[in-house]
C-alpha cells in the first residue's frame, strides 16, 4: 500500500496502517461517542444537549422552544454529526419510561413505553427540567474545564459539575468498539444517603453502602428478583439482576380469574410484549387464557391477561416468566471513562470517584466566589476612601484636562490602584450622599465576612465536605421519591438473618438436656407476676439448669463432657411458650449418646482478644484463644484433648485479666490469676490447675466479678458464703487452702460457686427433689467452717447438683428491686465482654 504526501508515493504497511487506524476509530468511539464519564454520567452528546439549552436559556421558568432549535444550535457549535442521533438522544432524556428523573421536559410525542416512536422535531418542543439545573451547576464559576469544539470557535465544558451523582441515578448503556456499558438506574435518595455516609466514612465498603443503595430502582417498576446479581454488581461491576413484572390476580365470576400486569421489566416494549402472548395462544403453546387485551392509560399501565374456567392463574404466570419479556435479566456492567480511560467500577468506586470530583467542583466554585469578593472588596475599599476625601478629589478632577491625567493624579496622591481610580472616575454624583456611603460601608462588611468563610472553607476539608453534604441533601429533599422497584428474595439464596428481627431472647437448657428459647420481655413478664422460671412442662424432677440471654443474631457455643464444642444461632434453636419443655438437645447438635452439654457460652458479634478457660475433672485447665473457634463444623471440633478417665466440667469466655476459683470434691479451693495459665492451642491438654489429693476431682470453676461472693454446698445440704478476699490469689498448680470444714456430717463438697446476693439457687438431689432459696437468705462465715443446714435430705440421698437462677420475687414484690437484679447481670455480663459486644449477653 502507498500513500501520497507532497505528490510523491510513500509505501506504507497496511498491517500497520489498519492497526493505527483502528485504534485511532476505538479510541474516538469510546470517548466522545458511547461511554459516560463517571463523573456527570453524561456521554458527549448528551453533555452538548444539555450545554445548548442553558446557553440558549431555556430554563423550566421559561416557555417550551422548538426541538429543532435545539437540534441546530447542537450540530452547528458542539456535535458534527447527524441530526437524527441528536434528536433520537435528546428524546430518551424526555422518556420517563427509559430514564429514571428525566433531564429534559418535552412537550408533544417523545415516543411511548409501546415502542411509538417521537413526532419529528419541528413538531415537539422541549425546555430543561428542573433537576437539570443541578446537574449543569454553576458552570459560569470556573467549576469545571472546558476544550474548543470541533471548529476552534467556540468552547464546552469536558464534564458537567453535577451536584448529584447522575451516574448512578439515571444510569447508562451504550456500545462501543470491543466493550459495552450498561448501567442501572437507582433511586436518588438511596444514591445520596450512601454518598453522605462514604464521605462520613471515607473507608467504608461496599457492604456498608448497600445498607443506604439497595439495589436499583427502574423507572418502569416491576420485581427484582434476588440479592446475589445486585451484589455481583455492586462489587465486581458486573452481574446478571432478574427483573419480573409485578402482577395482580382478581377473581372474577364463575370460577374464573384474570391476571393482571401493572409493571413490566425494564427497556421492555410493552406491545410487543402482548403481542407475545397472544402469539403463544394462538399457536396452541399456552392453553387456558381466554382473552388478553392492553387497558393502560395516563393513570398506568394495566395488561388484563383473562383465564378459562378453573385454570390455575400460578401455572400461567410461571409459564408467561419463562417464555416471554414479563421476566428479563438485566446484565449490569458498569463501565465508565476514568480519567479518559474505560474501566469497570465497583459502587463504591463510583461513588469515590464522583466524591473526588464534587471535591474539586465546590473547591473552584468557592476560589472563583473568593476572587469574586475580594476584587469586588477592592473596588469599595477605594470607594470608601475617596469618601473621605471627597473634596480634593474632586478638585483633582476638575483640574485634569482629560479622565487619563485624572486617573494618574488620583494613583500618584492616594496610592489608589488603578481599578480603583477607574471607579471612582466612573462614581456618579448620587453616591456622594451619607446614604449611599452607608449602603456602601454596610457592602463592603458584609463582603467580609464572605471573604472570611470562603477562605475558611478552603482551609479546612471538613467544612468543604460538609458544604458538599449539605447541598446534595438540599436535591435529595426536593426531588427524591419512593422507590419503584420492588427488592425481594430467591428461594435457595436466602439469608435467613435477614428475614429474622435481631431481638434479645433467653435460652434455657434443662438439667436432662432440654433447651428452648423464648422472648426477653416473656421472661421478665413472667417474673413480675411472681410465678418463677419453673413453670415450663418438664418431667418433675428436671429443672433448668442453664439461662443465658442472647441475641437471636448471634452464636452460642455448646461444650459438652467428651471434650467437643458445637454452635448454633440463637435462631436455629426453637422458640416455645413459657410452659414447653423444649426440644432435646440432641435433635440439634450431632452430639454422641453419652454425651452431655456441661457449659453453654453466648458469643458477641465482633469479639476479640477473648479467651475460653476450661477445667477438667481431673485438674487440668487451658486457655485458648477465641479466634481458634471462629470456624466450627456442623458435627463440632476439639475443644480440649482428655486422658480416658477424665472429662470437661467448666468452660468460662474471659477477657485475658480475670480471676478465677476453682473447687473440689474434698473441700479445697483455688484461686489464680488467667495470665497464670499458658495459652495453649484448640486440641492441646492443657495444663496442672490444681494438686489433687487421692479420690479428689474437680468439682466447679467460676470466674470472680467484683461484688460476687463465694457459695459453697456440702452433699448432705450444708452451706455458706465467704467474702472472696479470704482466697487470697495463688499461683497454679498448687494444693489450694481450705474452702470449707469437712465432716462425716457435712459429706463432700458438692459445689462452689461465684454468686450474687441477689440471685436464687437451686438445690437438686439424687432423688429428684428440688429446693429454691435466696443466696441473700444462706449465712455469711468464714473460709474455714461448716456453714448451716440449707436442706434437710431424706437418708441415704444426696445433694448432686446447685444452679444459679434469677431471684423469683414474692407476689407483693417490689417490681424496681427485680428490675434492679436483671441490670446488675447484665452489668456482671458486659464486665467480661469488656465492651466488645453489640447486645446484652448475660450469663446467669
Known amino acids: 500500500m502507498a500513500s501520497t504526501i507532497n505528490d510523491k508515493l510513500i509505501p506504507v504497511d497496511l498491517e500497520h496502517e489498519m492497526k493505527k487506524s483502528f485504534i485511532s476509530y476505538a479510541m474516538a468511539v469510546i470517548i466522545n461517542r458511547a461511554l459516560p464519564d463517571v463523573r456527570d454520567g453524561l456521554k458527549p452528546v448528551h453533555r452538548r444537549i444539555l450545554y445548548a439549552m442553558n446557553e440558549l436559556g431555556m430554563t423550566p421558568d421559561k416557555p417550551f422552544r422548538k426541538s429543532a432549535r435545539i437540534v441546530g444550535d447542537v450540530l452547528g457549535k458542539y456535535h458534527p454529526h447527524g441530526d437524527s442521533s441528536v434528536y433520537d438522544a435528546m428524546v430518551r432524556l424526555a422518556q420517563d419510561f427509559n430514564i429514571r428523573y428525566p433531564l429534559v421536559e418535552g412537550q408533544g410525542n417523545f415516543g411511548s413505553v409501546d415502542g411509538d416512536g417521537a413526532a419529528a422535531m419541528r413538531y415537539s418542543e422541549a425546555r430543561m427540567n428542573k433537576l437539570t439545573l443541578h446537574l449543569i451547576g454553576e458552570i459560569d464559576k470556573d467549576t469545571v474545564d472546558f476544550y474548543p469544539n470541533f471548529d476552534e470557535t467556540l468552547l464546552q465544558p469536558t464534564v458537567m459539575p453535577s451536584r448529584y451523582p447522575n451516574l448512578l441515578v439515571n444510569g447508562s448503556n451504550g456500545i462501543a468498539v470491543g466493550m459495552a456499558t450498561n448501567i442501572p438506574p437507582h433511586n436518588l435518595r438511596e444514591v445520596v444517603d450512601g454518598c453522605i455516609y462514604m464521605i462520613d466514612h471515607p473507608d467504608c465498603t461496599t457492604d456498608d453502602l448497600m445498607q443506604f443503595i439497595k439495589g436499583p430502582d427502574f423507572p418502569t417498576g416491576g420485581i427484582i428478583l434476588g440479592q446475589s446479581g445486585i451484589r455481583a454488581a455492586y462489587h465486581t461491576g458486573r452481574g446478571r439482576i432478574l427483573v419480573r413484572a409485578k402482577t395482580e390476580i382478581e377473581t372474577m365470576s364463575q370460577n374464573r380469574s384474570r391476571i393482571v400486569v401493572t409493571e413490566i421489566p425494564y427497556m421492555v416494549n410493552k406491545a410487543k410484549l402482548v403481542e407475545k402472548i397472544a402469539e403463544l395462544v394462538h399457536e396452541k403453546r399456552l392453553d387456558g387464557i381466554s382473552d388478553i387485551r392492553d387497558e393502560s392509560d395516563r393513570k398506568g399501565m394495566r395488561i388484563v391477561i383473562e383465564l378459562k374456567r378453573d385454570v390455575h392463574p400460578t401455572v400461567v404466570l410461571n409459564y408467561l416468566y419463562k417464555h416471554t419479556a414479563m421476566q428479563e435479566t438485566f446484565g449490569a456492567n458498569m463501565l465508565a471513562l476514568v480519567n479518559g480511560e474505560p474501566k469497570v467500577l465497583s459502587l463504591r468506586e463510583m461513588l469515590y470517584h464522583y466524591i473526588v470530583h464534587q471535591k474539586e467542583v465546590v473547591t473552584r466554585r468557592t476560589r472563583y466566589d473568593l476572587a469574586k469578593a475580594e476584587a469586588r472588596a477592592h473596588i469599595l475599599e ?10 480634593e478629589i474632586v478638585a483633582i478632577i476638575r483640574g485634569s484636562k482629560d479622565p487619563n491625567t485624572a486617573r494618574t493624579a488620583l494613583v500618584e496622591r492616594f496610592a489608589f490602584s488603578d481599578k480603583q481610580a477607574q471607579a471612582i472616575l466612573d462614581m456618579r454624583l448620587a453616591r456622594l450622599t451619607g446614604l449611599e456611603r452607608d449602603k456602601l460601608q454596610a457592602e463592603y462588611d458584609e463582603l467580609e465576612k464572605s471573604i472570611a468563610y470562603f477562605k475558611s472553607l478552603l482551609a479546612d476539608e471538613v467544612l468543604l465536605m460538609g458544604v458538599i453534604k449539605q447541598e446534595m441533601g438540599e436535591i435529595r429533599d426536593k426531588f427524591a421519591d419512593e422507590r419503584r422497584t420492588e427488592l425481594t428474595v430467591m428461594e435457595g439464596e436466602i439469608d435467613i438473618e435477614d428475614l429474622i428481627q435481631s431481638d434479645d431472647m433467653v435460652v434455657t437448657m434443662t438439667h436432662f438436656g432440654y433447651v428452648k428459647r423464648l422472648p426477653k420481655s416473656t421472661y421478665r413478664a413472667q417474673h413480675r407476676g411472681g410465678k418463677g422460671v419453673s413453670g415450663m412442662a418438664t418431667r418433675e424432677e428436671d429443672f433448668a439448669e442453664r439461662l443465658i440471654i442472647v441475641n437471636t443474631h448471634e452464636e452460642i457455643m455448646f461444650f459438652t463432657n467428651r471434650g467437643r464444642v458445637y454452635n448454633l444461632k440463637c435462631y436455629q434453636i426453637p422458640e416455645a411458650g413459657r410452659t414447653a419443655r423444649g426440644v432435646a438437645i440432641v435433635n440439634l447438635l450431632q452430639i454422641a449418646g453419652d454425651e452431655k452439654v456441661t457449659a453453654m457460652i453466648p458469643v458477641p458479634r465482633g469479639l476479640e482478644e477473648h479467651y475460653l478457660v476450661m477445667m477438667t475433672r481431673k485438674g487440668m485447665i487451658k486457655r485458648t484463644p477465641y479466634s481458634e473457634f471462629a470456624n466450627l463444623r456442623k458435627a463440632g471440633l476439639i475443644a480440649i484433648t482428655l486422658r480416658e478417665d477424665d472429662e470437661l466440667c467448666s468452660v468460662n469466655l474471659t477477657d485475658g485479666n480475670m480471676s478465677l476459683i476453682i473447687g473440689s470434691r474434698q473441700g479445697r479451693a483455688l484461686r489464680i490469676h488467667e495470665s497464670s495459665i499458658r495459652v495453649i492451642g484448640r486440641t492441646g491438654m492443657g495444663v496442672h490447675a490444681m494438686k489433687l489429693r487421692e479420690n479428689d476431682e474437680i468439682i466447679d470453676m467460676s470466674r470472680l466479678v467484683e461484688g460476687q ?7 448432705n445440704g450444708y452451706g455458706k458464703r465467704t467474702d472472696p478476699e479470704q482466697y487470697r490469689e495463688q499461683g497454679r498448680n498448687g494444693m489450694g487452702i481450705i474452702a470449707m470444714s469437712l465432716t462425716e456430717k457435712t459429706g463432700e463438697l458438692a459445689a462452689q460457686l461465684a454468686v450474687d446476693l ?15 432459696m435466696a443466696v441473700r437468705d444462706i449465712r455469711e462465715s468464714g473460709r474455714n467452717t461448716q456453714g448451716v443446714r440449707l436442706m434437710r435430705i431424706a437418708e441415704g440421698a444426696k445433694i448432686v447438683c446447685v444452679a444459679r437462677a434469677e431471684q423469683e420475687p414474692e407476689e407483693e414484690a417490689d417490681e424496681a428491686a427485680f428490675e434492679e437484679a436483671v441490670e446488675r447481670m ?15 449477653n448475660e450469663e446467669i
Do not use: N, P
Open 758 to 772: 441477689d440471685e436464687d439457687i437451686l438445690l437438686i438431689t439424687d432423688e429428684g427433689t428440688i429446693i429454691r
Open 382 to 391: 477605594g470607594l470608601l476612601k475617596a469618601l473621605d476625601h471627597i473634596d
Open 709 to 715: 461472693q463465694v457459695l459453697a454446698i456440702t452433699t
Open 826 to 840: 447484665a452489668q456482671e455480663s458486659e464486665t467480661v465482654m469488656d465492651g466488645s459486644q453489640d447486645s446484652d
